[in-house]
């Protein structure tokens, strides 16, 4: 495509916003699986793994879609829309390969119980909220 030589300045800011909170829908998925597995095992290497069995497969699909969704934008005439096809379509395909596929579960992992780990003072004034099925 022909460029127009110059960057619009809602890009950046926009892009950014759009992808942050595409992320955080991945992250969720992921997170509130290995949290369910954690309460119900007690055991963090446990939960990572098996958080990601649980979730991995809804986060590839998801992302599958958005991706395929991101791209068809790129078939657009003007600019903009083609822009964010291929700038959102890459960020989703990166993200949620790399980002939450490999290094949030390594991560966990990594870090054991301490990645479940809050100080007492916030569970006093957080609501008790249970990811396990009873």
């Not at 595409?22 to 998925?29: E, H, L, Q, R, S």
């Not at 379509?89 to 119980?113: E, M, Q, S």
Request: charge should be positive.
């Amino acid at each position: 495509f022909t460029p127009q030589g110059f960057l619009d300045g809602w890009g950046p800011v926009f892009f950014f916003a759009m992808i942050f909170a595409i992320a955080m829908d991945y992250t969720v998925f992921l997170l509130a699986s290995a949290k369910e597995q954690f309460e119900r095992t007690g055991d963090a290497r446990t939960a990572a793994v098996e958080g990601l069995a649980h979730s991995g497969r809804v986060i590839f699909a998801a992302a599958a879609v958005m991706v395929a969704v991101f791209f068809t934008f790129a078939l657009a005439e003007p600019l903009p829309p083609k822009e964010m096809g291929i700038i959102l379509g890459v960020a989703v395909l990166l993200d949620a390969l790399i980002v939450r596929l490999v290094l949030l579960p390594v991560i966990l992992r990594l870090t054991g119980r301490a990645a479940w780990w809050s100080p007492a003072w916030m569970r006093r004034v957080l609501p008790r909220i249970s990811f396990a099925h009873h």
